[in-house]
């Protein structure tokens, strides 16, 4: 009986789960907007272009805890000062539209010295370290 209904169950899930793609249907396409396909040129812009050139120059304090106190950004410079005080840099990445930053540490801090840097709304800075495959830490700032 066990397994009359565990197999059942089985089969049930398996149903449901292959009926949750989405459809192949041309007609779908046609009734997007053409405005959900295109990107705003601003936007795009703005994510490519260089790090002094997006405003995100000043001095910037996390709202996490983090062992930085502050990250003062100046050009492609970048100052961290805090448990973790170092000199790093910040480069567009030329494959995506993102940039990243690398911290020079004296002492290697393995979680938090290459991540990617996205500027949000001219009010926030948001650091995706680099990490193991599942994700690495995230720093969140302000304007200090």
Not at 105 to 110: F, L, R, Y
């Amino acid at each position: 009986m066990r397994k009359t209904t565990a197999g059942i169950a089985l089969g049930l899930s398996a149903m449901l789960l292959s009926g949750c793609g989405g459809s192949d249907s041309k007609d779908d396409e046609a009734k997007k907007p053409a405005a959900q396909s295109s990107k705003k040129p601003q936007q795009e812009e703005r994510k490519s272009a260089a790090p002094e050139a997006a405003g995100m120059d000043g001095t910037w304090k996390p709202i996490n805890k983090s062992p930085i106190a502050t990250m003062t950004i100046a050009g492609n410079k970048v100052t961290t000062t805090g448990k973790l005080a170092c000199p790093g840099t910040l480069k567009p990445n030329k494959n995506k539209k993102e940039t990243v930053i690398t911290l020079n540490c004296q002492t290697k801090e393995p979680d938090r010295s290459r991540g990617t840097l996205e500027f949000k709304d001219g009010t926030h800075v948001i650091i995706s370290w680099d990490g193991p495959a599942w994700g690495g830490l995230i720093d969140s700032l302000v304007r200090a």
